[in-house]
């Protein structure tokens, strides 16, 4: 099975705009992250929990429906 918790997302700092590469898992545990400018990013998404088991359980159907 697919874990969307290790997959990677770019996000831009809100002060100096620079990309930043952080894990699902790191949205999901709402850590803190550096940015190389200094800022400090709160990483926060209420939805994310249930948008990862909603996804899992999609690709749980579509496996079921290959037969695997």
Known sequence: MLNLSNQSVDIDCPKCKSKIKVTIKQVTDHVTVK??????????????????????????????????
């Open 35 to 68: 940015c190389r400018c200094g800022q400090s990013i709160n990483l926060v998404d209420k939805n994310i929990k249930n948008t990862i088991n909603d996804i899992n359980k999609t690709l749980d159907n579509l496996l079921k429906g290959f037969g695997k």
